[in-house]
């Protein structure tokens, strides 16, 4: 129970986190959502290096683990509205944006996976 928990509170502030970003800079005006695209790469680096922390040298316990990467990356990453807004860019045949917008995220988010990893080899501990 305690488990669940952990990725409940996580979970709850990362999607206030995605809210508030996508608020501020999700562009109605040309359809352009640079606040989901900022929330998977970050949350991707973030999750980077939650789990090279905790890869490297135990330093995060399971529950730390859960409560960072289960809950608040589950919350704060977005891959269901990405579907949805991907849905609207080839509903309105907006093909180019669509294209740009899913290989950048996944190209993006896949290095910033390895930036996160990467960068935890340099810290001491």
């Not at 970050?42 to 922390?53: A, E």
């Not at 409560?67 to 609207?88: D, I, K, P």
Request: aromatic share 16%.
């Amino acid at each position: 129970m305690k488990s669940v928990l952990l990725v409940f509170l996580g979970g709850g502030f990362g999607s206030v986190l995605r809210y508030i970003i996508g608020k501020y800079l999700n562009n109605a005006e040309n359809g352009i959502p640079y606040g989901t695209f900022l929330a998977n790469i970050l949350g991707s680096l973030l999750i980077g290096v939650i789990l090279g922390l905790a890869a490297k040298s135990n330093t995060l316990s399971q529950n730390q683990t859960l409560l960072l990467a289960t809950g608040f990356c589950g919350g704060f990453t977005t891959f269901s509205t990405f579907a949805y807004e991907n849905h609207v860019f080839l509903k309105s045949g907006d093909f180019v944006s669509f294209a740009i917008y899913t290989i950048a995220s996944f190209v993006i988010g896949f290095l910033a996976v390895f930036l996160g990893m990467y960068l935890v080899r340099f810290l001491d501990y």
